[in-house]
């Protein structure tokens, strides 16, 4: 009988991860209430402590089971019909039968749930050999791929529409292939984990790409005549006029696909051919994450936990758009989030779902913008306020009014770097001794593509160009080690990514960032005080996570310029 059948074990499991190296994961997924570390192991996998192929070798030599491969399960017949799918890919879980009978492959043998579900639902138990976390998701994408009925798009039998006439192509949005078409591209797009979808009309061909890790790939043309029908479609799901066409619109949809609760802005612009079209996916039910497993070393989460803990003042986080702000800020109100603290949200849209958080969304059409809702929010008695986005002076003047009036206010800004935000809020005409007064400090951020463990190789020649560019940007070099370059395989299309990771950088306002900002500095001088204390940039950070095989050298210049 293999341990992987004791469920006593599951606790030495835990002891056996940390003797080999493995850091203790945070948050509720590291350990059940029952006090077992099942659950463990995919909490060190999400917060980077651990590899999903390391995670895997050390439960084969736990639990005595056998290893399999993504390769190798090429031919296997998966057996899932009996199961949600959706249940399968959250354990991690895949049963199938090869001419050795019964297996279910999984990442983690201590989830005893998952695998007493699979027997009771196949009525017989299964064997047990062990994927690694990543190899079943490739597996479920492929057989999600596999499963679904593919429509080609290029063959949808519809009549060239009149484009001057508005009723026909009302009756060609709402029909059944154009609908279809769309369903089938907003479930291909979810499923590839991309942040936007591009409607894009050329002169002879509608191009439709998605944005996946930060960049753009094609996923499909469509014949040109289809163009006016599918932006009309779009339209119609956004709640705009399909008959305006010279001018942009913005509009939003709350949709399901594939039993998942999105929010979908979209945005219409003219163009030389006809229309384009941008379609964001934001999920409802995004889960909160950790520090760790957004990319944040020990130091940054040190500084982060210390800011946090700030009674009152204003906290900012700050990056391009698509650089997973929100995402900052949802995982910091999670950390404050208490029966003690009264902690309310202003959001556009709300991306997090909060419990005992009162979250508000605005909505402009009606006067509810950042600031009418934030000056509603201190007659509340809030102990902590999160902006979504200071988008204008007025938003900024109520925040700071907040932050002296002794409220903790999280909030977001769109610049470059930490210290541009001290400029930026100089620019919005906030006076320097009101910025310095309130400021705690600042969080830089990018997302960079995380590198494909699968097929990555070493890249030697690298550390010379890293300590070039070090030297020319008065950086210290950092000491010689491995990078990687990223060269492609299925498991990652081709791309030699899969997933991105955060860099990130933290401005503490001390007393000498404080006497610089009454002196309006310029952002040199203030990045200059900021290393004094200890600030790290995104870049140095960037260059040693490209060090630890998480990404590469070019990755992190492209990102951080």
Not at 103 to 117: R, Y
Not at 487 to 511: H, M, N, P, S, Y
Request: aromatic residues 4%; charged residues 25%; glycine residues 10%.
């Amino acid at each position: 009988m293999t341990r992987g059948t004791n469920i006593a074990s599951a606790a030495s499991f835990s002891e056996f991860l940390r003797a080999r190296g493995v850091p203790a994961a945070s948050g509720r997924s590291a350990r059940r209430d029952d006090g077992s570390a099942q659950g463990e192991m995919e909490g060190a996998w999400r917060s980077g402590g651990a590899t999903g192929g390391e995670l895997a070798a050390l439960a084969c030599e736990w639990y005595e089971l056998p290893r399999r491969d993504y390769e190798g399960m090429g031919a296997i017949v998966s057996v899932h019909d009996a199961l949600s799918l959706q249940f399968l890919r959250e354990g991690f879980a895949l049963p199938f039968r090869d001419d050795e009978g019964l297996w279910l492959a999984i990442a983690d043998p201590g989830a005893l749930d998952v695998v007493q579900a699979v027997t009771l639902a196949l009525g017989e138990a299964p064997k047990l050999c062990v994927l690694a976390f990543e190899e079943l998701d490739l597996l479920f994408e492929h057989i999600a791929r596999e499963g679904r009925v593919e429509a080609r798009t290029g063959d949808i039998d519809v009549a060239h529409a009149d484009p001057d006439s508005i009723e026909a192509l009302q009756d060609l949005a709402r029909g059944a292939p154009i609908v279809r078409a769309i369903d089938q591209i907003l479930d291909r797009a979810l499923e590839c984990g991309a942040t936007d979808i591009h409607f894009e009309t050329g002169r002879e061909e509608l191009r439709i790409r998605f944005r996946v890790d930060g960049l753009l790939r094609l996923h499909e043309t469509l014949p040109r005549h289809l163009a006016p029908a599918v932006i009309s479609r779009v339209k119609i799901l956004a709640g705009l006029d399909i008959a305006e066409r010279r001018l942009p619109q913005d509009g939003r949809a709350n949709i399901t696909i594939r039993n998942t609760e999105a929010d979908l802005r979209v945005a219409l612009a003219p163009s030389m051919y006809g229309e384009t079209a941008v379609a964001r996916i934001l999920l409802k039910d995004a889960k909160l994450l950790n520090f760790g497993r957004i990319g944040m070393t020990a130091v940054h989460r040190a500084g982060m936990d210390e800011l946090l803990r700030e009674p009152h003042g204003i906290m900012i986080v700050t990056g391009p758009t698509g650089s997973g702000k929100t995402t900052t800020l949802a995982t910091s109100i999670g950390l404050l989030n208490d029966p003690s603290r009264k902690i309310v949200t202003v959001e556009d849209p709300i991306e997090y779902q909060i419990a005992g958080v009162h979250q508000t969304q605005i909505k402009p059409a009606i006067g509810l913008t950042f600031a009418t809702a934030l000056r509603s929010f201190l007659r509340h008695d809030p102990d902590v306020i999160m902006v979504g986005e200071m988008r204008d002076t007025e938003t900024a003047q109520v925040g700071i009014q907040a932050a002296l009036t002794g409220h903790l206010v999280l909030t977001t800004l769109h610049t470059n770097s930490a210290c541009d935000a001290i400029v930026r809020l100089g620019d919005m005409g906030i006076e320097p001794f009101l910025v310095a007064a309130v400021l705690r400090g600042v969080l830089g951020q990018r997302l960079v593509r995380r590198l494909c463990e699968r097929c990555r190789q070493p890249d030697p020649d690298r550390h010379d160009v890293v300590a070039s560019f070090c030297r020319s940007e008065g950086i210290a070099p950092p000491p010689e080690r491995g990078y990687f370059k990223a060269c492609g395989c299925a498991a990652c299309g081709g791309t030699g990514f899969r997933g991105r990771v955060g860099v990130f950088e933290i401005l503490r306002v001390d007393r000498n960032v404080r006497a610089l900002i009454g002196e309006r500095a310029d952002s040199g001088r203030l990045l200059a005080a900021g290393r004094a204390s200890g600030l790290t940039t995104m870049m140095e950070d960037g260059f040693a996570k490209a060090e630890r095989g998480m990404t590469t050298v070019d990755e992190i210049l492209r990102t951080t310029g």
